[in-house]
């Protein structure tokens, strides 16, 4: 069935739909329809996918876009909804993950949402003075007079009572870590409640690709996340490439699936390993170590960077690879899969890893829509989500892949779910390479203007683009990781652990500090 | 089961790994002589985000891992400012963490040294010209060495670290 015909049954007859360039519907509707429409969706199992502004993009100043998707669609919904003023009414108390999206807003373009039960600062924090919105087009993106950090508290949830104390950690934390807050209020050694404080890494990415060509933005997809730049160079190129109708030669698809794949696998492998050095068993996590390192001097034999960064750019990659290493990394595959069965059968095995790993961390499936929780955290929790096969794009549709899920919510089941999609990841390159097509791995093109929603499963889940182009130039460009998602989960998912235990939920759920705070 | 309660009695080997890199091993021996004599044999790291794309912090991890593994030349990171030589900083300095990596520069012993690793903690990222950003490292400490690349490798951090305590002989400081 359709989406459109879905929304017919449930909005009935009259409705304007757009058809977006890449498998989206535009819906507009006005803003005193907007709360009852969202119920609706709310009902008929529709799941909030992002919340977002823009400026200037109908005859309204201020427009704001909900996106949603259900189980069984491949399009996504996207209710447009132009603003009279300054103000919306919020949805939290509907979706939860509305939450976060509105604060954003708010910090960005000064909306203010009625009805809100949250209405502190997200990505700016103490420092920044108060009226200042750098994403409205009137502020010119420079220097800023800032104020000092001191000026106020932020306000963290106090829970009070007989034993209850408070453990500030971070935002500079013991290790070779990114930075974030986390506010525990624990009762002996359990965790009683968890208050994450991230955006200590905000850069202003949003803003600052806004006036630069497609092809120059691309760099600041790349740094969205090291570790995810194949995941975001592609999901901002196909945004591009379908404003502008690019066809991408099938050779530079191919490839294109190749790094995806390999940056799925270099950043699994390091969570397995991290893992269990989390639980002081480091003999048990070195195979995995060598074994990403390996896959990094791939990816740099292949594209000449550790993080294939520079590799993609809009209409294909910026170069062809090398045959030779393209034949080094199907037989160095060959050998991988040995060597990592070897090593997580012996892990998955120990006595006192498991012991740790199960029952810790459960991230419950109540959580799973509200928070809109994704990628293997979501599939570990018996969620049958996967962009690459929700919402195909690339060469992924020809696939015929199936989503993996494990049922016992805990580590062990992302530690084991991880485990078996490396392998799954290893069958897609050596499928991609073994019928690699040759010729040209980038097309000549002529930029169009227009806007586009662009999906993409990286290793930590879905990645959401949305791209305006406008005269030529980037226009808005709003970006939603997964990891945005996945660090609302873990306030939940490490509720009556124990502190001890909350680096190894954090690394088995391994979310991206600055892929949340861009 | 059995086998793996046996392999108690096992005698205990050290695997031989197929993947020495002589040019590292290389930098890696000078490294140590070098901490030998400037450092008093160890050298303490603190790593400092303040602000990167998360690749550097994946490389200077990289470095204690089996291929690398710099514990062997003297080389530890540590968890606290306090107990560190040198800090490593990785990215732009942004403006919500500024406060933060002031503070944990402050709180390093003296004498103490900067390393600012990667192309935006350098000044020459894409981030120059952005509203959150307070500049490079150089914006807020005294940097005594720059390694560029984004990220740089491995390796490469290894060789600005060796440059760093000739550096610091030249200077006579310690």
Not at chain 1, 4 to 13: H, P, S, V
Not at chain 1, 57 to 66: D, E, G, K, S
Not at chain 1, 118 to 145: Q, W
Request: glycine share 8%; proline share 4%.
């Amino acid at each position: 069935m359709k989406l459109n015909d879905e929304l017919t049954k449930l909005f009935g007859k009259q409705l304007e739909i757009t058809e977006g360039v890449n498998n989206e519907l535009y819906l507009a509707i006005s803003e005193n329809e907007v709360h009852s429409k969202i119920i609706r969706l709310y009902e008929n199992n529709f799941e909030l996918v992002v919340l977002f502004c823009a400026e200037n993009f109908t005859a309204q100043v201020f427009t704001l876009f909900y996106a949603f998707e259900k189980a069984g669609f491949s399009e996504i919904l996207v209710l447009q909804c132009p603003l009279e003023g300054k103000s919306a009414s919020s949805m939290a108390t509907i979706f939860p993950s509305a939450c976060w999206y509105e604060r954003e807003v708010t910090d960005g373009f000064g909306i203010e949402f009625s009805g809100s039960f949250d209405k502190r600062r997200l990505f700016l924090h103490e420092t920044y003075p108060a009226d200042f919105h750098p994403l409205l087009k009137s502020f010119k993106n420079g220097k800023i007079e800032t104020r000092p950090a001191t000026a106020e508290e932020y306000p963290f949830k106090i829970v009070e009572g007989e034993g209850v104390y408070q453990i500030p950690v971070g935002p500079v934390h013991a290790g070779i870590i990114e930075p974030g807050h986390f506010r525990f209020s624990v009762i002996g050694e359990t965790i009683f409640n968890l208050e994450v404080r991230m955006f200590y890494k905000h850069r202003g990415l949003e803003k600052l690709a806004e006036g630069m060509t497609p092809m120059e933005c691309v760099k600041i997809a790349e740094t969205i996340s090291g570790d995810e730049t194949a995941a975001n160079a592609v999901a901002f190129c196909r945004a591009v490439e379908k404003i502008s109708g690019i066809k991408v030669p099938r050779r530079a698809l191919q490839l294109r699936t190749v790094f995806l794949e390999l940056e799925r696998i270099y950043s699994y492998l390091g969570d397995l390993g991290g893992m269990i050095v989390d639980v002081a068993y480091p003999a048990g996590a070195s195979p995995f170590l060598i074994l990403r390192e390996e896959i990094f001097r791939q990816n740099e034999a292949l594209t000449g960077s550790r993080f294939m960064k520079g590799a993609v750019s809009v209409g294909g990659l910026s170069r062809d690879v090398p045959e030779q290493a393209l034949r080094n990394l199907s037989t160095f595959l060959v050998a991988f899969s040995k060597h990592l069965g070897s090593a997580e059968g012996i892990d998955s095995t120990f006595f006192s890893l498991v012991d740790r790993f199960e029952t810790t961390g459960k991230v419950k499936p109540e959580i799973l829509i509200p928070l809109h929780v994704t990628g293997p955290v979501a599939r570990a929790s018996g969620k049958t989500t996967d962009t690459r096969i929700d919402h195909p794009y690339g060469l992924y549709r020809e696939m015929n892949l199936k989503v993996r899920t494990l049922q016992n919510e805990d580590v062990l089941s992302r530690f084991s779910l991880k485990a078996e999609e490396i392998l799954e990841s290893i069958k897609i390159i050596q499928y991609m390479i073994g019928s690699l097509v040759s010729g040209e791995v980038a097309v000549t093109y002529q930029f169009k203007d227009g806007y586009a929603l662009s999906l993409v499963e990286s290793a930590r889940g879905q990645n959401v683009h949305w791209v305006n182009v406008k005269n030529g130039l980037i226009d808005r460009y709003k970006v939603r990781t997964a990891s945005f998602c996945n660090w609302q989960a873990i306030e939940h998912a490490v509720l009556g652990n124990i502190v001890p235990d909350f680096p190894l939920i954090n690394k088995s759920m391994n979310l991206s500090y600055a892929g949340t705070d861009l | 089961m059995a086998k793996r309660l046996l392999s108690v009695f096992e005698r205990k080997t050290t695997e031989n790994f197929p993947f020495r890199d002589e040019e590292f091993e290389a930098v890696g021996i000078n490294l140590k002589k070098e901490v030998d004599r400037v450092f008093g044999r160890s050298l303490a790291i603190r790593e400092l985000d303040s602000g990167s794309d998360n690749s550097t912090e994946i490389e200077l991890v990289n470095l204690t891992a089996p291929h690398y593994d710099v514990e062997r030349f003297g080389i530890t990171f540590v968890a606290s400012p306090r107990h560190a030589d040198v800090l490593i900083v990785t990215g732009a300095v942004t403006l919500n963490m500024a406060t933060a990596a002031k503070k944990t520069y402050d709180a390093m012993p003296n004498p103490k040294f900067v390393v600012a690793v990667g192309d935006d903690a350098c000044g020459f990222g894409i981030l120059n010209g952005s509203y959150a950003v307070l500049g490079c490292a150089d914006k807020l400490f005294d940097v005594d060495l720059k390694i560029t690349g984004n990220p740089p490798s491995p390796k490469d951090i290894l060789k600005g670290l060796l440059a760093l305590t000739e550096k610091i002989k030249k200077q006579k400081i310690l």
